[in-house]
């Protein structure tokens, strides 16, 4: 199985981008799905995590990004996407998804780049 994520492009600051990860099988147990990114000469960070439960799910999202991005799971459908408004500068960075499972399974994209820009 693998993911492949997709929207990344040019923006400018304040504009807006989407981002899609799909599978391209069936991931079972999917414990979490998260979205990370890496700027040039940076580490890789967390940007927005997604942790489903029995019956509710959990959304966590780096300090940096709170309020402009909006991440959507979607376990059945092996789905995570990244809304993210209000982009600045900062912001441009390589953009990862990735799904771990409870069987140890941890995949990543290919990762799509973000550019923010005037």
């Known amino acids: 199985v693998q993911l492949q994520a997709s929207g990344g492009g040019l923006v400018q600051p304040g504009g807006s981008l989407r981002l899609s990860c799909g599978a391209s099988?069936?991931?079972?147990?999917?414990?979490?799905m998260n979205w990370y990114r890496q700027a040039q000469g940076k580490q890789r960070e967390s940007v927005a995590s997604f942790t489903p439960g029995f019956s509710d799910f959990t959304i966590n999202y780096a300090d940096s990004v709170k309020g402009r991005f909006t991440l959507s799971g979607d376990k059945a459908k092996n789905t995570v996407d990244l809304q993210m408004t209000s982009l600045k500068p900062e912001d441009t960075a390589v953009y990862y998804c990735?799904?771990?499972?409870?069987?140890?399974?941890?995949?990543w994209g290919q990762g799509t780049l973000v550019t923010v820009s005037s």
């Open positions: 099988g069936s991931i079972r147990s999917i414990t979490a």
């Open positions: 990735n799904i771990r499972t409870a069987w140890g399974l941890d995949l």
